[in-house]
């Protein structure tokens, strides 16, 4: 069964540093994998994806994540974090289940002082 | 384009009271539609799915059910809310595209007193 794991339940960093958001997956088949961002009281906002083309994805708000299958890894990252970055951000696996549901982390919130 | 409405955007209810929250997609036909349930510290877990009208997939067993009587309409209910029932119901829809990807609605904040 796909699962994904997000190491570090919390993240603070300062403004204008490198963002990093650990997610390791597991997997049986190739992955479609997720980011989403939420803010306080607000649903999800998919960030970016990967569908298995190019390994590296780009996404909103600045942030990419690069597939690396050889570390079962889906890392976020954003060069220079902004204060509007802070909120919790969700790593998901499709569930290949034919029924698009996916399976998410328990999330990483992200903390950024000034 | 498509849009996702909830509601209510918090409710407050006592233990044993009925529950009803509604949710509405608009801009696509016979989407795949979804309920997830937030707690603190845990993630997201999926409660029910539904691929077409009266058709209701349950992934966990718990004091809750759903029902979709229109296409585009999904509704989370119960009959007795226990405290253990507390938390953040989002929903979500998807167009059942090899992707995956699921749109969130902005999420209803239940608290049983």
Redesign the interface.
């Known amino acids: 069964a796909q699962s994904v794991t997000q190491l570090g339940s919390h993240v603070s960093v300062s403004e204008g540093a490198l963002v990093l958001l650990r997610c390791n997956y597991s997997s049986s088949v190739p992955p479609y994998l997720f980011w989403y961002v939420q803010y306080p009281n607000q649903g999800l906002q998919l960030l970016l994806k990967y569908t298995s083309a190019a390994t590296l994805v780009k996404g909103i708000n600045g942030f990419e994540a690069e597939f690396k299958k050889s570390e079962t890894s889906f890392h976020l990252t954003k060069p220079s974090a902004h204060m509007s970055d802070a909120a919790e951000y969700f790593c998901a696996v499709r569930v290949n289940s034919g029924y698009s549901t996916l399976t998410f982390g328990k999330g990483t919130m992200l903390l950024v002082s000034p | 384009s498509q849009t996702i409405h909830?509601w209510p955007a918090t409710l407050v209810q006592p233990v044993g009271s009925p529950l009803s929250l509604e949710c509405t997609v608009e801009g696509t036909s016979n989407p795949?539609l979804?309920w997830?349930r937030q707690a603190a510290?845990?993630?997201?877990q999926?409660l029910f799915?539904s691929?077409g009208i009266g058709q209701i997939?349950s992934?966990v067993p718990q004091n809750l059910s759903a029902s979709r009587p229109q296409d585009r309409q999904f509704i989370l209910s119960s009959k007795k809310l226990l405290l253990s029932d507390s938390g953040?119901y989002?929903c979500?829809w998807?167009?059942?595209?090899?992707?995956?990807?699921?749109?969130?609605?902005?999420?209803s904040?239940l608290t049983v007193l």
Do not use: D, H, M, P
Not at chain 2, 41 to 44: E, I, Q, S, T, V
Not at chain 2, 94 to 103: H, I, K
């Open positions: 909830q795949n979804y997830y510290g845990r993630g997201l999926l799915y691929v997939s992934e953040f989002l979500a998807g167009q059942g595209s090899f992707t995956g990807e699921l749109f969130f609605g902005e999420g904040r």
